[in-house]
């Protein structure tokens, strides 16, 4: 099988497979709950095996995938009280949203100077995290020459083969099957809790009982057929006349994000709290990072 992983190339397999695609896929996701019969990483591990795999059919390379992702803030602290509940350790690797953005600069920065003429940043992680990636994507592209898409993964799930038209969930059936086709190791059915036992679960899906290996194998498909299409527009939409939109140094990266991200951050999703009457109780461990700094 041909290597598209960054970090398990040679220089001379990254020059080639640079000169014949020279799109970057970004892969993001994060360790947290995703039921007792999944591993931790199922955001990350779904995003990045799904690159790897349109790169393997498509061209391009894949970037060391970024395990660490927006959570315990705002609506993923409520959500966290609701869906993972009072645990000791929930064995997650979250940062917070000014961490995240500003990492995602940088990374822009890193695949441009190296001249990529297109990337696809791949959230398998949900929640308002992607509609800001979108956002944050839409601000930056005016300052590089790479042409630039963010989108969660569910996006390019079409049709949606689960069965029901669902293309995203949190550790159900569809995120359970997704990871059990790129990860079978990572995916241990007979830790499923009884169907009637009370939860929550570990953030379990409530249909994860219906998973099913090949209706994983069907998504992954559609979605590599989605993502290589995707690729291959933002070529097209590559203006070799522009170099000079490169980011280069770090003082660039700097004041795109003190000039440009700065000002619009404050109204990012993943910054206000997910509805005014929403909180978190004083006595949860979900408490302490629940309320958005106001500083930022
Ligand atoms: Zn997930």
Redesign the pocket.
Known sequence: MREVRWERMFPDELEAAFAACPVAYLAY?LC?P?GPQNAVG??AL?AHAIACETARQHGGIVAPPDYWHIHELGGYAVWAHNSVGQVERAWMTAVPPWIHFKNICYQLRAVDHLGFQAAILLT???GPNWQDLKTLVELVQPHVGARLYALPDFEANEPGFAGDGSSGD??GKV?TSLLWAVEPDCVDVSRLPDRDAAGPHFAMGGNAHESARRVGEQMVADEVAWLGAKAGELLEAYDSGRPEARLRTYEQVESLWDDVVGPAFREFITMQPRSADENVPVDSVWHANWPIPSRR
């Open positions: 996701g947290e995703h199922l955001d779904k398998g992680h949900y949190h550790a995120e």
